[in-house]
């Protein structure tokens, strides 16, 4: 007798077929490693995508029907696929050019005020200023490895500078005849 409370013992066997003795599937059985993939999926995915298509201009010449005979969810599934639901919206907003980073106060001026006067959402406004962080970002990073070359620069030219002054170089005077066999 089995049922939820007294389940019967489980009895092992040997390996079933497209297994190892260890339990594991064996290279090339499906759901083992190295399996080749399931094309079925794939298939009757591109299969209902081929009816798709061809009943598409029956279906919304059938939905375009009912929905002028008042069906309102007809209605709503042509207005749907005639005029889509727009993911944003092109904003029209003064800003003046932003080409160096004392030029994004005024341009972050201008996002805020169009804020508050109600021309842009909240939500348009914090995106339009994320633009303007990535801008700064780009600005910021090509800057900063300008500033860095011309130390490295200043660097080097003051490096050969001190050692023109000296006449030698102390370190490798010190060093010299090291390694090479001969010695001063």
């Known amino acids: 007798m089995s049922d939820l409370f007294h389940p019967e013992p489980f009895e092992e066997s040997g390996p079933s077929e497209g297994r190892a003795t260890d339990g ?4 090339g059985n499906p759901g083992g490693p190295g399996r080749p993939p399931r094309s079925g999926v794939r ?10 298509a061809e009943a598409s201009a029956e279906l919304i010449k059938v939905a375009i029907d009912l929905a002028r005979e008042g069906n309102l969810e007809a209605m709503r599934i042509v ?9 944003g919206r092109p904003l029209a907003i003064d800003v003046p050019d932003v080409k160096a980073l004392p030029d ?13 006067q109600g021309d842009l959402t909240p ?5 339009v200023s994320s633009f303007f962080r ?3 970002d780009a600005i910021e990073a090509v800057d900063f490895e300008r500033r860095l070359t011309e130390l490295e620069k200043h660097d080097e030219k003051a490096a050969r500078e001190r050692k023109e002054r000296r006449g030698f170089d102390p370190v490798s005077s010190v060093f010299s005849g ?7």
């Open 43 to 52: 298939a009757a995915t591109a299969r209902l995508d081929e009816i798709g």
């Open 178 to 184: 090291f390694g090479d066999g001969e010695s001063e």
């Open 79 to 87: 207005l749907a696929r005639v005029w889509p639901m727009r993911r």
């Open 134 to 136: 990535m801008q700064c």
């Open 104 to 116: 994004f106060v005024p341009a972050t001026v201008a996002v805020t005020q169009a804020v508050m």
């Open 24 to 27: 594991r599937f064996v290279r």
């Open 123 to 127: 939500d348009e406004g914090g995106k």
